[in-house]
């Protein structure tokens, strides 16, 4: 799939974007996280995010849907640009860009409500209130996270009582039921058993019909199989972007190789 | 010295070292089970002279009259021995108190727990403790001569209407004893326990729920409502249920402001007497020990025992179910 990809995008420029990162700097107080970061996030593709543990990777991902904003003191400089929209800037509302980007956590964070519930939330906060368009929605979303089948019979159970590879389907399924644009993913199956996780992975190389992905992972394996263009960054700085097959296959940097080698991280 | 005597000398000073280590260690411990087994002692000698008392009482009068009989006047002739009024005065004062606790509590805690910067919090949350830290003899003279007249000033205005709609609901005008002003003055006591420990239930919520909520686009008060208040929900069940037995055994602020006498009534307008304000008030009086008058302060004591006792069991099952969650 990525050698298809790769011959018919064959040069970075001619990428359709849908998210653009321009020369962000970010702060946690007075601590820089992350320097001058470019990136292209091309449209209805995914895009891995690999590095060492605490280079930043989960520090950008999560200034995409401005989860940031959360904490004081926290500090954003330059862009990010979604479809020529900077969100960062100030009087963007964060929900408003929670809503069209969505995230899935490293460990399955469903809420302690039924499953239907769960995959209705981001509909409910919204106010929606139409039953129909709600129940079409939450099958929908259900079927795009391959877990229909298995949860058809109980929706109304507590998502509690899913297994981990089951809730973090249905927690792709809550992310899926708004009709995100963008989803982030951080590190979405560490915290997962080899079958639970190459569920998952299917599921998102689906899901880039639909809509585009950003994802965090430090499996090389992982991102080398479901990626089609790879980030590397280091020491809180983008070092190397390309397309997957490349990063991997001639790395520019040395550093960007002793790490897809496995000799570092 | 030789190379040997060094080593024995070396191994007795590591041997008494030992005794003497083993020795002190023992002593720490009796002393640690003395204290800890006191208060076990304490309740276990309460329950059992309640008990005793009691069945001395029960021996004279039948548990049905007890709990079913709708007169309790134990000083007078014919006396009567229905602890119902009590009990109706105990429910009610609680239910007032609660009506204030409950909703004032939950919204101090979410606001404090989901709101507040946590400079903020520091500076809040003693202050809150400090309220029930005031004696509660203070707090019934707040309710006798400051809230009952504040009260009986707001009920004037619309009394004639209300007393000629239900004359006997409203009264024409609010008692100086009543339910009303001690049960709001309770429920203002016990508002800091119950958004003190929903506040620890909300803040043991795990910041990934309440980060997937707002990753969702929900606000701050969507997320507080319907993610973190239900995920802590049994912790904060809890808290209503401690606050309720709280209100239950509370002593003073009723025994001085709603007034001592016994009357079945669930109307807040009404004065009434608690069981823990009927048991002050025989206790305090000059009832010679061992009379039938003077033991049905132990059968009350025993009834109120039994609730608290019942409160405390289900609020311990919640919060335990509300560890097991996370
Ligand atoms: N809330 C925070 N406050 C201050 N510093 C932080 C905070 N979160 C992360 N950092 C720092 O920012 C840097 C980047 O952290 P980040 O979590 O983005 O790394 P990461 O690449 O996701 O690592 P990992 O692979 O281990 O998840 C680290 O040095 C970390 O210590
Ligand atoms: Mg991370």
New interface residues.
């Given amino acids: 799939m990525v050698e298809k990809v790769s011959t018919s995008l064959s040069s970075l420029s001619m990428l359709q974007p849908k998210a653009e990162v321009r020369n962000l700097n970010f702060y946690y107080g007075a601590t820089q996280a992350l320097k001058q970061i470019n990136l292209v996030v091309p449209e209805k593709r995914v895009t891995a995010l690999i590095g060492p543990s605490g280079c930043g990777k989960t520090t950008l991902l999560r200034c995409f ?1 401005r ?1 940031h904003d ?1 904490y ?1 003191g926290n500090r954003y400089e330059g862009e990010i640009l979604l479809d020529r929209i900077n969100i960062l800037e100030r009087r963007v509302d964060p ?2 860009v ?2 069209r980007v ?2 899935v ?1 490293q ?1 399955p ?5 039924s499953i239907y519930e769960n995959v209705a ?2 509909l ?3 106010g929606l209130l139409k039953r129909d368009f709600i129940d079409h929605q939450v099958e929908q979303s259900l079927r795009s996270a391959a877990l229909w089948d298995e949860v058809k019979d109980r929706l109304k159970d507590s998502a ?1 009582n899913l297994s981990g590879g089951q809730q973090q389907r249905l ?1 792709i399924a ?2 899926l039921a ?1 009709e995100p644009e963008l989803i982030l993913f951080d590190e979405p199956t560490s915290a997962l058993d080899p079958i639970a996780t190459s569920s998952i992975e299917d599921l998102m190389s689906q899901l880039k019909q639909q809509v585009t992905i950003l994802i965090v992972t430090h499996s090389m394996q992982q991102a080398a199989r479901l990626s089609d263009y790879t980030a590397f960054m280091y020491l809180g700085e983008m070092l190397e972007f390309n397309q997957t097959t490349t990063l991997f296959n001639q790395p520019l940097h040395q550093q960007t190789e002793d790490y897809v080698r496995g000799r570092f991280g | 010295m030789t190379n040997s005597s060094v080593q024995s000398s070396k191994l007795t000073r590591l041997t008494t070292h030992k005794a003497s280590r083993d020795l002190r260690e023992l002593a720490i411990h009796i002393v640690l089970f003395l204290a800890g087994f006191s208060c076990v002692a304490t309740t276990i000698a309460i329950m059992y002279i309640l008990i005793l008392e009691s069945t001395y009482f029960f021996q004279h009068i039948s548990i049905v009259e007890f709990l079913t009989s709708s007169d309790w006047s134990p000083l007078f002739d014919p006396p009567g021995y229905g602890i119902l009024p009590l009990v109706a005065g105990t429910v009610t004062t609680t239910l007032v108190a609660l009506f204030v606790a409950v909703p004032l509590g939950t919204i101090a805690a979410i606001y404090l727990s989901e709101f507040a ?1 946590a400079k903020l919090r520091e500076i809040v949350k003693p202050i809150l403790e400090l309220l029930a830290g005031i004696p509660t003899v203070v707090y019934g003279y707040f309710a006798l001569l400051f809230v009952t007249p504040l009260l009986q000033w707001l009920y004037s205005f619309p009394a004639p209407l209300l007393s000629t709609w239900l004359p006997n609901l409203f009264p024409l005008e609010l008692a100086g004893f009543n339910m009303l002003g001690p049960g709001i003055v309770m429920g203002l006591m016990i508002t800091p326990l119950i958004s003190s420990i929903s506040e620890d239930a909300m803040r043991a919520v ?1 910041v ?2 309440r ?9 701050r008060l ?1 997320t507080a409502i ?2 973190v208040f ?2 802590a929900f049994s912790g904060i069940s809890a808290a209503y249920i401690l606050g309720i037995s709280r209100a239950v055994g509370e002593t003073m602020i009723v025994a001085v402001a709603a007034g001592l006498q016994p009357n079945l009534t669930f109307n807040p307008l009404d004065s009434a007497a608690t069981i823990t304000a009927y048991i002050v008030q025989v206790s305090l009086g000059d009832l010679p020990h061992g009379t039938i008058e003077y033991q049905t302060i132990f059968a009350a004591g025993l009834t109120l025992v039994l609730f608290t006792l019942l409160c405390n069991i289900i609020g311990y099952f919640l919060s335990r179910r509300f560890r097991e ?1 996370y």
């Avoid at chain 1, 964070?109 to 409500?113: D, G, I, S, V």
């Avoid at chain 2, 980060?211 to 606000?219: D, K, L, Q, V, W």
């Fill in positions: 849907n989860m959360l004081p929900i408003a929670r809503m969505s995230m956590f460990r964070n469903p809420f302690p409500k939330y981001g409910r906060v919204q509690l927690c809550r992310a708004t | 910067s795990p990934s729920l980060e997937g909520s707002f990753a969702m686009g929900a606000t969507q319907k993610v239900p995920a969650i």
